[in-house]
């Protein structure tokens, strides 16, 4: 999610990360929240398209649009039509070492809808899973991954990997998926069910100990950029995703999805998605999530901006996106990029042409002519209650100072003489 060499420098010089995608100069990095002055550009209907595409750790995308790791890159034939739609990056599903260990059930999905329980009419809000990684054979994934860069090397392929707490396996399953060319890493710290007894997915993202060092095993093995994915079922989002930077790690995806019950059938009194009878608590995703989201990628930008604004750390938004303009508010809260999974199970690989015109069209709107130019500007607005007491207080003494009249014999004016002395008679 191409072809040029790209370089990091780690742990102060001691490592060095490698990718095939595009050339990095650290001197032209740029702050996590770029001045921008909004509306005040001027544009004319000469001017070619906003431009979508994006640089993000050295990787370069025709737009922000990546597709999750999920059932949308669970193989060859689904991400190669991901990348002939136009999307920006594909990530696969996640991968480890031992796919025998992992059995899926059926079903395995669950719908929430706005309407009563059970209703079949009414629109979707809500998806819950209980899918586990992918189950092919390792080896499967990673000649589908060479094939892959082989037929489109400029395109950015990310690689979803989850493995025990074992630093030989995690060493061995780095190196062998380094070496099917993918352009980045992203660690799957963040799966809200299946193998947690195995110290896998959120077992990981929620110990910010554990996270610290299975972290550096995987940052002194890479060397292609690595987003550590964040798990949203935590108190503190915050903690977990200045571990993975400190440790190494280029970029925070966030969120994966959220533990949930999706609900009980009123009939059978059986839970949803319920197999041979029985259920299990699973992942809780799409449209319904989304102000979940944005509240967690808010706080990690505002922590990246505070702590890491000098280097070229990268955050990518997930949850519930569906339309351009959904993603329009993530990158107004410092995403570089937007992941889209649900969505696309829901509206198919083409609805990234939608996406991509949706967010055009914001971006015209206000006068953007690339991403940089919004990506994190509403971050200033969010402060705390304290301060919004504070604020709304002056405000109030303002405006009743701006009612109790004129300053000066010189502010009367003609046209607003009666609104001006009803404003200093006291009764």
């Known amino acids: 999610m191409a072809s040029m060499s790209f370089a990091l420098n780690r742990f102060s010089g001691l490592a060095s990360k490698t990718s095939l995608s595009a050339d990095f100069d650290s001197s032209t990095r740029r702050s996590f929240l770029p001045p921008t002055r909004v509306g005040l550009k001027i544009s004319s209907a000469a001017e070619s398209e906003p431009d979508l595409s994006v640089t993000v750790n050295g990787l370069k995308m025709p737009n922000p649009f990546v597709i999750g790791s999920g059932p949308p890159g669970t193989n060859y034939t689904v991400m190669k039509r991901a990348f002939d739609e136009g999307w920006g990056a594909v990530i696969a599903k996640t991968v480890s070492l031992d796919a025998s260990k992992v059995i899926n059930v059926t079903p395995r999905y669950a719908r929430l809808r706005t309407g009563s329980n059970g209703s079949a009419k009414a629109d979707v809000i809500g998806w819950q899973n209980i899918e586990l990684i992918s189950d092919r054979p390792l080896e499967t994934m ?244 304290t301060d919004l007491v504070k604020r709304q207080k002056e405000a109030v003494e303002q405006r009743k100072a701006e009612k109790r009249g004129l300053k000066s014999d010189k502010d009367w004016t003609g046209d607003g003489f009666v609104k001006e002395t009803e404003s200093m008679v006291s009764n």
Not at 143 to 148: A, I, P, S, T
Not at 257 to 282: A, N
Not at 284 to 304: E, F, H, N, Q, T
């Open 142 to 385: 990673l000649k589908e991954f060479k094939q892959l860069k082989k037929e489109y090397p400029d395109r950015i392929l990310i690689a979803s990997v989850m493995e025990e707490y074992n630093k030989t396996a995690w060493e061995e399953l780095i190196d062998r998926v380094e070496q099917t060319g993918v352009d980045a890493l992203e660690i799957n710290f963040s799966c809200p069910h299946g193998m947690p007894e195995r110290r896998m997915g959120a077992a990981v993202g929620q110990d910010c100990a554990l996270l610290d060092e299975v972290c550096g095993w995987i940052n002194a093995k890479a060397t292609v950029p690595v987003w550590a994915k964040m798990t949203p079922n935590i108190t503190d989002i915050t903690e977990p995703a200045r571990v993975s930077l400190k440790s190494g790690c280029e970029g925070i995806a966030a969120i994966n999805t959220i533990m949930s019950v999706m609900g009980i059938d009123m009939k059978t009194l059986r839970p949803e998605p319920c197999v041979e009878g029985y259920s299990t608590p699973g992942g809780y995703s799409y449209k319904a999530v989304r102000p979940i989201a944005l509240a967690k990628v808010m706080s990690i930008a505002k922590m990246m901006k505070s702590e890491f604004s000098g280097n070229d750390y990268s955050l990518s938004g997930i949850g519930g996106v569906e339309t351009g303009y959904d993603a329009a508010e993530f990158i107004l809260l410092g995403s570089n990029t937007v992941q889209v999974c649900t969505g696309v199970m829901m509206h198919g690989y083409g609805h990234v042409k939608t996406l991509c015109a949706e967010l055009q069209d914001f971006m015209r709107q206000h006068n953007f002519s690339t991403i940089e130019d919004f990506r994190g500007h509403s971050l200033q607005y969010f402060t705390t209650h």
